[in-house]
């Protein structure tokens, strides 16, 4: 099976559109303007849809919904762990962590599927 580009650009943009509507809507913050940054910003998202691909494919996800499962659990497993096991070591969970992870959640839900439903 081949890669298809159009679902990783496609999930890529769709990282970078939330990315500009929940910072300034949700965190009360914007994101730093500049080609390189943007540029970088890009480049971070296409590296999360083509590992989050590899997963979806590896579990055989085929559709929007099992993508997004996939997806959901890529969250659980590293993001959610991660902030329990922060809060485990004493460090308080401030409101932006919180918020930066939720997004996460949001971002890996969607990409997922898309990528699950884009083969």
């Known amino acids: 099976m081949g890669i298809n580009f159009w679902a990783i650009i496609t999930a890529s943009f769709l990282g970078i559109a939330i990315d500009y509507a929940w910072y300034p809507l949700i965190a009360g913050r914007r994101i730093k303007s500049g080609n390189q940054i943007k540029a970088m910003i890009f480049i971070t998202f296409l590296v999360m849809a083509f590992v989050l691909r590899y997963f979806v494919i590896a579990l055989g996800s085929y559709s929007f919904a099992s993508g997004a499962k996939v997806g959901i659990l890529i969250w659980i497993g590293f993001v959610l762990v991660e902030m329990f096991r922060q809060k485990l070591l004493g460090k308080k969970l401030e409101k932006e962590q919180i918020l930066e ?19």
Do not use: D, H, K
């Not at 992870?101 to 083969?119: A, C, D, K, P, S």
């Open 101 to 119: 992870n939720t997004r996460y959640l949001l971002v890996l839900f969607l990409m997922g599927g898309i990528l699950g439903e884009w083969q």
